[in-house]
Nanobody
Framework: QVQLVESGGGLVQPGGSLRLSCAAS????????MGWYRQAPGKERELVAS???????NYADSVKGRFTISRDNAKNTVSLQMNSLKPEDMAVYYC?????????????????WGQGTLVTVSS
């Protein structure tokens, strides 16, 4: 079994910053892409940013220049630094990981989602 634990959400004023973190634990053989998605009320879940195992990144146009995704392969973590936050960034943010489990799960490759963390941007 592999679990993702997210942290770092909360309330911030417009223009402020937050840092989200996500840690994978359990039977892990390899982690491929890691990413963050978000879902605002009444809207579909959308990709915010993703990062490959070797550090290649991809960002939604709406967050380019404001958000930075990073990962620590030794610690199986992915983070999202969010600066210059806007009210339209307010959403539940989900960590997403493409992971290959260890021998306990037959080296099965699966996509796993975190439980979500709420980011509120309001004055």
């Amino acid at each position: 079994q592999v679990q993702l634990v997210e942290s770092g959400g909360g309330l911030v004023q417009p223009g402020g910053s937050l840092r989200l973190s996500c840690a994978a634990s359990g039977s892990i053989f390899n982690i491929y892409a890691m990413g963050w998605y978000r879902q605002a009320p009444g809207k579909e879940r959308e990709l915010v940013a993703s990062i490959t195992k070797h550090g290649g990144t991809n960002y939604a146009d709406s967050v380019k220049g404001r958000f930075t995704i990073s990962r620590d392969n030794a610690k199986n973590t992915v983070s999202l630094q969010m600066n210059s936050l806007k009210p339209e960034d307010m959403a539940v943010y989900y960590c997403n990981v493409d992971i290959q489990g260890g021998p306990e799960v037959g080296y099965r490759r699966v996509e796993i989602w975190g439980q979500g963390t709420l980011v509120t941007v309001s004055s």
